[in-house]
C-alpha cells in the first residue's frame, strides 16, 4: 500500500540516521515484506551507506492465513453456528473480524484439529526455524541481520528467543505492526 511504502522509507532513514551496519539482509517471497525491505535499502543508499543485496528466503513468509480460515472455520460453525455472525452483522468493522479470526488462529495453533493436507501451525514453526537457524549458520555468529518478513514469521521467532508457548506466541503476534522492529 502506499501507506506501507511512506513507512518502510521512514523506517529506512531512521535505521541510516542510527548508523546501523548490516551484515545480511533478507525478506521472504511476498511483496509487501520485499518492498519494506527495499525501502530501507534504498534510505541507505540515499544517505551513502552500505547495504547488502537483498536475500529472498521462502522460510520467512507469512503463514496461508486463507487456508488456516477453510481448515477451521468448518468446524467452529458446527461447534457453534452463530460464529460469524460478528462479521456477518458488519463486514467491515475490523475489531470484529479480529475477534473471529483470533479463535480461529487459537484453534489452528492449539495443534488438536490438524487434518493431512492442512496448513500445521508445528511444521510453519520449524520453517521459520530452520530459515533462521540456516541464515545464522550461513552468516556466521556476531553478524547483524536484518530479516524483513511479517507477523508470523517474527512472532515464531521471538517465541524460539524467549521459549514462549504457542498461545502467548499468537498473542504476541497481533501486537506486530507494519515497520515495526524486533531485536
Known amino acids: 500500500s502506499d501507506k506501507g511504502v511512506v513507512q518502510a522509507a521512514v523506517l529506512g532513514r531512521h ?20 518492498k519494506t525491505a527495499l525501502g530501507m535499502i534504498e534510505a541507505y543508499r540515499e544517505n551513502g551507506l552500505f547495504v547488502p543485496e537483498l536475500e529472498i528466503d521462502k522460510t520467512f513468509n507469512e503463514y496461508d492465513a486463507t487456508a488456516v480460515w477453510e481448515a477451521q472455520v468448518e468446524q467452529l460453525l458446527k461447534e457453534d453456528p452463530k460464529f460469524l455472525a460478528p462479521i456477518e452483522k458488519d463486514p467491515k ?15 489452528w495453533v492449539s495443534g488438536k484439529f490438524d487434518a493431512q493436507g492442512d496448513v ?5 514453526k520449524q520453517q521459520v526455524e530452520g530459515g533462521l537457524n540456516a541464515l545464522m549458520e550461513r552468516e556466521g555468529p556476531s553478524k547483524r541481520i536484518a530479516v ?20 502467548k506466541t499468537i498473542a504476541l503476534s497481533w501486537q506486530v505492526v507494519n515497520a515495526s522492529v524486533t531485536r
Open 15 to 34: 535505521l541510516a540516521g542510527l548508523n546501523l551496519k548490516f551484515d545480511a539482509v533478507c525478506s521472504g517471497e511476498m511483496d509487501r515484506q520485499q
Open 93 to 107: 468493522n475490523n475489531a470484529a473480524f479480529q475477534k473471529v479470526f483470533s479463535k480461529v488462529v487459537t484453534r
Open 148 to 167: 524483513f518478513s511479517s507477523g508470523g514469521p517474527i512472532s515464531a521467532a521471538v517465541q524460539v528467543a524467549m521459549e514462549l508457548s504457542d498461545l
Open 120 to 124: 500445521v501451525w508445528k511444521d510453519f
